[in-house]
């Protein structure tokens, strides 16, 4: 908790540093679109797969779009996405102040007077925490341009009632829902790789020590917490 309010305090001007900011928006953010393509377009196609011969059985075929645009709106794209984002850029801030913890570059910092919470922690944090909404919604975009290919496809659905039927069950509302979960899980994630990070010991062993437990907790944290957060926001939703 210490160690997350020290980080909390250093992102508001002018303890941060916006050109450190924007590295890491293009280091956690921009390198990670790719992937989130991808696993967009891959868990969109399945869910139209899966979900079309569920729906084929009633008739309803039309609503694989709304349910898969759902599904990701409000769970698939914020968890999975943060998934993929903690193996790649979560790890790599674990080992990377691991290293320089190991090898007493953060006590070199403090000696020339730079604030290792501002230039290390705090941009890594906030940036995390505004690039995992958007990449959140560019995976329910995706997910929902392939669930639409699937429908039109292989169940021939009608292209109004995919639209019209995504309109009435997906709205802003769940959007906004997921992206307030992205954006708390990158914050879980980037606190646990830099702070484990931070306190790694024992030269090459514990950098990887580090690393390793980084991701793990971060994965374990995510699912405990997505549970609870659900469970808080359908229960206003319903008040």
């Not at 999975?80 to 790599?92: D, E, I, K, P």
């Not at 606190?191 to 437990?213: D, H, L, N, P």
């Amino acid at each position: 908790m210490l160690f997350v309010g020290q980080s909390l305090m250093r992102m508001v001007p002018p303890s941060i540093n916006v050109r450190l900011l924007l590295a890491q928006l293009e280091f956690v953010g921009s390198r990670s679109f790719v992937i989130a393509v991808m696993a967009g377009v891959m868990v969109g196609g399945i869910f139209g797969f899966q979900l079309g011969e569920i729906f084929a059985i009633f008739g309803a075929e039309s609503l694989i779009g709304a349910s898969t645009g759902f599904a990701l709106a409000r769970e698939l794209a914020p968890i999975v996405g943060a998934f993929l984002v903690t193996a790649r850029a979560g790890s790599a801030m674990a080992a990377e102040i691991a290293s320089m913890k190991v090898n007493e570059q953060i006590d070199s910092m403090r000696v020339m007077s730079v604030d290792p919470f501002a230039y290390l922690m705090a941009p890594r944090i906030l940036a995390s925490m505004i690039a995992m909404p958007l990449i959140a919604i560019l995976m329910v975009f995706a997910g929902v341009v392939t669930s639409f290919v699937v429908g039109v496809s292989f169940y021939e659905i009608d292209v109004a009632d995919f639209f019209s039927r995504l309109e009435w069950i997906v709205d802003t509302e769940d959007l906004f829902m997921g992206m307030q979960k992205a954006a708390l899980f990158g914050f879980i994630f980037s606190s646990i790789g830099c702070f484990e990070g931070y306190r790694a010991r024992g030269g090459a062993k514990g950098v990887g020590r580090a690393t390793t437990q980084a991701v793990v907790s971060s994965y374990v944290t995510i699912l405990v917490l997505d549970f609870f957060i659900t469970y808080i926001q359908f229960k206003f939703q319903h008040n």
